[in-house]
């Protein structure tokens, strides 16, 4: 079981939850990015720099996770890839991404991306609070509970 990190849009204070978990936790956790990553230095901690262009970390993440791996992504599209392969999603808010929201999902995020093409909406996301760290934070630790007591 690996933690893949779509690392170009990950916040900080979620990168940072992240090492120490992969530290406490002993998982190996791999940020895929298209800019160089400072990461702790730990054997269990790694990077891919991938080239630029639109998507190529996703493209990475969706080729080589793996069944039973979680992938860290606001990416909803890639979320849907990697579902499909058998792995599991969570954003950095805390919401995990299943077969069973997955695709109610994407096409929501599909809607709205129409919306805010025609004007209808705009704006995106607020940044990430303390709130949406500690659901973050829950989250992963309910999901590595029960993937590493297999």
Wanted: aromatic share 4%.
């Amino acid at each position: 079981m690996r933690i893949w990190v779509d690392a170009d849009a990950c916040p900080n204070v979620i990168k940072d939850v992240l090492y120490k978990v992969a530290m406490r936790r002993e998982v190996e956790l791999t940020l895929v990015a298209n800019i160089p990553l400072r990461v702790p230095a730990s054997p269990l901690i790694d990077t891919i720099h991938v080239a630029d262009g639109f998507d190529e970390a996703d493209h990475e993440i969706a080729r080589q996770a793996q069944s039973g791996d979680l992938v860290i992504t606001a990416d909803i599209p890639l979320a849907d890839r990697i579902v499909d392969k058998g792995a599991t999603g969570l954003n950095p808010r805390g919401e995990l991404y299943t077969e069973d929201n997955i695709k109610g999902l994407l096409r929501m995020r599909n809607l709205m991306e129409e919306l805010r093409s025609a004007g209808s909406v705009s704006g995106g996301p607020a940044p990430i609070g303390p709130k949406d760290k500690q659901e973050f934070t829950n989250q992963l630790d309910r999901f590595l509970t029960k993937a590493l007591n297999r």
